[in-house]
């Protein structure tokens, strides 16, 4: 039996991302997934002979530039192919568009709200301050503020002067940002509510939370503080589906001398002596070392993979209460043709970017309600995006790969476990909506996978099919992720580590989480450390 | 003393009274302007019907300031207490009750866990209640900005936090900005226990139990009690008692007290204020102007946009600030008996919010701007205890009643007969026989509250309290500080730190701003 410097729990991309750093750092490191393929939530997949879905995550933005570059992804076969456009249709017909000239965008804004377009400028000044104050900060480990530790102490103290640069305005804005509704924090800039709606989407987007629900302003910022080769808040497909996001990790890691298996999901954390020693895996097999990393969510982690004999129960417990709600689901379809859309009319560019269906603000809360109440909304929240317009290598020349991300979806049906009924009723509210807006969508759809969080847990290892793995409200986040006391990605017993997005600084596919833990894996093994530092933006 | 150094107080809510009277003690000369007939604001004692006497909006004490009594002496201003530290009553539909007195049940059925994880809880709560009670008469510091003093009281503050010791603290930060439901479902099993609990997280406020921000609402209710222990109380006379003991300790002290005189306008001479000039034409003058009325009446209306910044304006506009609890008062021929509940208990707080999705429920139509058709109730009985308020043997029945959304689509004539309609049948079905007894009844929603108190939005804090809303946030960022961006003008209401609840802390600690920027000029 081979002994292994590190184990790694789960191929997902920030498994991967740590143990490419660990082997990098000239480890012994060997990743175990459960799955025949790896990837976690960043995969793509050939379900539907000559289309490739990305099954889950779909598009890229906040994959971290400093370990795209410090890996070498590119060379490892990765590339983030820019998109434009993006649209908001309401029932009525009308639209409104993203434009990256900024004179055509205000007079977009202007069509709708004169005061808007002169709002819109002070929005996106305010949004993208927020953006490069918490940059730097992604790839930093939080700091414990109950701690006397000088690590601490200096963090906070840091933390606090990067605060000061901005100014005393800025710290008001912060606390109120990360606290505020979306709704009422869009309401201090805008009056039209369609363009209220258009920008709200990004504070909801796998969240327990609706539009009116104090705590979704910071959801937004979540999705606006990553960047396409440096253009921050802009979004980009991976070429060939997200799953070219881990297979270049994966390669980087492979590079370095790291090894996969397959197959071989973990039944169980061996532990001796109060310390970890490797894992046993339902294959029959035990591989062992005395660094084993967690790349599943806290909840899985603390509740499936350990005796809990082994564990203080007061982590058992606060796994147990880890709020980790699944909001969405997701339908990957295979079109036969281009689906046409009137209020858009032929061939506009906007229809290359996200497209939303949407009225107000009170729909898209409605929405919300529904999912509080133990359904799948009605009248869900669609990102519909054809990234084969983009990106022809997803499907066979002239057909078309449809991805909608939908919200609101719930976890259980009332309470109870989710049917193949259940599942078609969702599937039919979906296609309806589009087909609302779309006349001659439904004559195109050939094959659709429908994903609902049941999938989501099934096949990707998702408790409850939360995308962050843990949901990004205050109780988790920073310091308080996974849990309080926790956040520096070393869990309770000696050796065992956690690197996944239920860890600071939270979902997405920004591998952050997984450097992190890896720089503080090998501070502990006192090995110089090989994760870049977080750039700073002009 | 020329008229320059007079200082006018506008309103004569509880916190203006307070104000006046730091500020006579000083030895200032002050004039306290007050719009009704009589002083008290939102804590009034006033009839609805003969003989029957009511608390005009807020009909709890539970934060006055412990301190503050003691400095202006209101017991021997005349406040008595007819009954403190009321216990709550947690009522199901089918009669069933539980009866919390603070962390300790006192009678009902509990499965042992939740019985255990009560005491800790209630311990838990008031221990982060009393951090946030030691900021109430301090003032908020600046940060990022200013002096070392500035600099001071943010850390005082992170002390505070901190010197709980290192697992509440954790936990502190772990659920100071989250929701009620989510917290109360972490550690209890029953569903009526976890209503009543969460019922004091959104009174009065624009969140449900799933919004985040309901358990900062609920440390800010605990914040008092955490202080000195008392709890939800009710004075002798009714809270208008309260606000009579505030203005006796101010004409003791010196200062004037006109009612019956309504503010029109702050009158400004260059870049200073000069005074005010009442809705009739006369002119008070005056080098300061204190205002006890909200922020966007004070800043809007009486002093007006043009002589403010645009984006001060623009964040002074923006403070959410509409009510969403309407109030019921009803005089009643005789007591009205609770199914099942002992006669004994009639005069404590008693809870309608049998689950918290019984008021998750209610607070969704409010978010569509309609009265929830199943709202939750807080009840109180105070002539049980204080047979002043009604005629022998009769009694008055005061309840808020979640939600009533300040919306044009709930105002009205129409929904305000709907609510009342609503809220007798539950009481109905809770009380047989009630409705028999009512003699006389008033539902008052935030439309008439705004236009009886004469508080924007008729939110009875002067604003939503939540995280964005506070400390130094209140009532704008970076003029939390009592002193507005206009020479010789304050503010002094709970629109300000620390915010609602009849408490007096914002009057004091205006006082102390006035005194401390005009000693220095």
Not at chain 1, 128 to 155: V, Y
Not at chain 2, 330 to 343: G, I, M, T
């Amino acid at each position: 039996m081979t002994k292994y410097d590190a184990i790694v729990i789960g191929a997902g991309h920030n498994g991967l991302t740590n143990a490419a750093y660990l082997a990098r750092s000239g480890l012994k490191v060997l990743v175990v997934e459960r799955n025949p393929w790896i990837g976690g939530a960043a995969v793509s997949r050939e379900i539907e002979k000559g289309w490739m879905y990305s099954n889950c995550s779909y598009v890229c933005s906040l994959l971290r530039p400093e370990l795209f570059r410090d890996l070498e992804l590119a060379r490892h076969g990765l590339q983030i192919v820019p998109y434009g456009g993006g649209v908001s249709i309401t029932s009525q017909g009308d639209i409104l568009g993203n434009y990256t000239d900024e004179q055509v965008q205000r007079r977009e804004f202007a069509r709708h709200s004169p005061r808007d377009a002169d709002a819109y400028h002070r929005y996106s000044t305010d949004v993208m301050r927020q953006c490069k104050f918490i940059r730097p900060l992604l790839l930093r480990t939080p700091p414990d503020p109950t701690s006397m530790k000088p690590r601490d102490l200096r963090e906070l103290l840091f933390l606090g002067r990067e605060l000061n640069k901005f100014g005393e305005q800025f710290i008001y804005d912060t606390l109120c940002f990360y606290s505020m509704s979306i709704a009422d924090f869009l309401g201090e800039y805008f009056e039209s509510d369609l363009i209220k709606c258009h920008l709200s989407g990004s504070g909801i987007i796998g969240s327990a939370m609706g539009v009116y629900s104090p705590g979704t302003a910071y959801v937004l910022l979540h999705h606006y503080m990553g960047d396409v080769d440096g253009s921050i808040g802009a979004w980009g497909f991976a070429r060939g589906g997200m799953g070219a996001v881990s297979n270049a990790i994966a390669s980087a890691f492979k590079s370095f001398g790291g090894e996969i298996v397959t197959d071989a999901g973990v039944e169980r954390v061996i532990v001796r002596g109060g310390r970890v020693t490797g894992v046993a895996t339902a294959n029959g097999r035990e591989y062992h070392a005395d660094i084993i990393v967690s790349n599943l969510d806290p909840r899985r982690t603390y509740t499936t993979i350990f005796d809990p004999k082994d564990l203080p129960p007061a982590i058992i417990e606060k796994a147990r209460n880890w709020k980790i709600r699944g909001s969405s689901g997701k339908l990957n379809i295979a079109l036969d043709g281009l689906p046409e859309f009137p209020a858009l009319g032929r061939d506009n560019p906007l229809a290359y970017g996200d497209m939303h269906f949407l009225d107000s603000l009170e729909k898209m809360e409605r929405a919300y309600d529904d999912w509080k109440n133990g359904t799948w909304s009605k009248e869900p929240y669609l990102d519909l995006l054809i990234p084969s317009m983009t990106d022809p290598t997803m499907a066979p020349p002239g057909k078309h790969f449809m991805s909608v991300f939908v919200q609101y979806v719930p976890p259980k049906i009332r309470g109870r476990e989710w049917t193949d009924e259940d599942r078609e009723g969702f599937k039919n509210t979906v296609l309806d909506q589009i087909a609302r807006y779309s006349p001659n969508f439904k004559s195109l759809v050939r094959h659709v996978e429908c994903r609902t969080p049941r999938e989501l847990e099934a096949e990707v290892g998702l408790t409850e099919g939360n995308i962050f793995q843990g949901e990004l409200t205050m109780d988790q986040l920073l310091f308080n992720r996974p849990f309080p006391g926790y956040a520096q990605y070393r869990g309770p017993l000696k050796g065992f580590y956690m690197c996944g997005s239920g860890t600071h600084p939270g979902g997405g596919v920004m591998a952050a989480p997984g450097a992190n833990a890896a720089r503080e894996i090998l501070m502990d093994l006192k090995r110089p450390n090989l994760v870049p530092e977080g750039w700073r933006d002009d | 003393m020329t008229e320059r150094d007079r200082i006018v107080i506008v309103g004569g809510g509880h916190n203006g009274l307070a104000c006046a009277a730091y500020l006579a003690r000083a030895g200032r000369e002050v004039v306290v302007l007050e719009a009704a007939a009589q002083v008290g604001g939102a804590a009034i004692t006033r009839e609805i019907a003969a003989g029957y006497r009511v608390s005009g909006c807020a009909h709890l004490s539970y934060l006055l300031d412990a301190t503050i009594a003691r400095e202006l002496k209101l017991a021997s201003h005349g406040l008595k207490w007819a009954r403190t530290g009321l216990k709550t009553v947690a009522l199901a539909p089918g009669g069933e009750h539980l009866v919390l007195d603070g962390g300790r049940l006192e009678s009902g059925t509990l499965s042992d866990s939740d019985r255990s994880e009560l005491a800790a809880w209630h311990a838990r709560m008031m221990q982060f209640a009393r951090v946030l009670g030691r900021q109430h008469n301090r003032r908020p510091p600046r940060l990022g900005g200013g002096g070392r003093d500035e600099l001071l009281g943010a850390a005082k503050l992170g002390f505070d936090i901190r010197r709980m010791g290192r697992e509440p603290m954790r936990e502190f930060l772990r659920i100071a900005g989250i929701n009620i439901y989510d917290v109360l479902e972490e550690k209890f099993e029953s569903p009526l226990l976890k209503g009543a609990l969460a019922l004091d997280a959104v009174l009065g406020t624009n969140l449900g139990p799933r919004s985040n921000n309901s358990v900062l609402a609920l440390l800010h209710r605990l914040s008092g009690a955490a202080q000195d222990g008392a709890g939800p109380s009710l004075p002798e006379g009714g809270m208008g008692a309260v606000s009579e003991a505030f203005a006796a300790a101010a004409r003791a002290a010196g200062a004037t007290i006109r009612t019956g005189s309504p503010v029109g306008r702050i009158t400004l001479d260059g870049d200073r204020v000069s005074g005010v000039e009442l809705e009739g034409g006369e002119k008070v003058s005056g080098g300061i102007v204190v205002s006890n009325a909200d922020p966007a009446r004070t800043l809007l209306r009486l002093l007006g946009t043009r002589h403010l910044e645009t984006g001060f304006a623009h964040r002074v506009r923006h403070i959410r600030m509409k009510g969403m609890a309407a109030k019921l008062h009803l005089a009643l021929d005789a007591l009205p008996a609770f199914a099942r509940l002992p006669v004994a208990l009639a005069g404590e707080r008693l809870a309608i919010a049998p689950d918290m999705t019984y008021l998750e429920h209610a607070f969704d139509h409010a978010k569509y701007g309609q009265c929830s058709p199943d709202p939750a109730l807080e009840i109180t009985m105070p002539s049980v205890h204080d047979k002043s308020l009604a005629p022998a043997g009769k009694h008055v029945l005061s309840a808020v009643v979640l939600y009533a959304p300040h919306d044009p689509r709930a105002s009205g004539d129409g929904p305000r007969r709907e609510l009342l309609e609503r809220t007798l049948g539950i009481l109905e079905r809770y009380a047989p026989g009630l409705r028999r007894l009512v003699v006389a009844s008033e539902l008052l929603l935030p439309a008439d509250l705004e236009r009886e108190f004469r508080i924007t939005g008729g939110h009875w804090h002067h604003g939503e309290l939540a995280l964005d809303q506070m400390l130094m946030l209140r009532p704008v960022p970076g003029a939390a500080q009592y002193a507005m961006p206009v020479n010789g003008l304050y503010l002094c209401g709970a629109g300000c730190h620390p915010g609602g609840g009849v408490m007096g802390s914002a009057g004091r600690n205006a006082a102390r701003a006035v005194l401390a920027t005009e000693l220095s000029r």
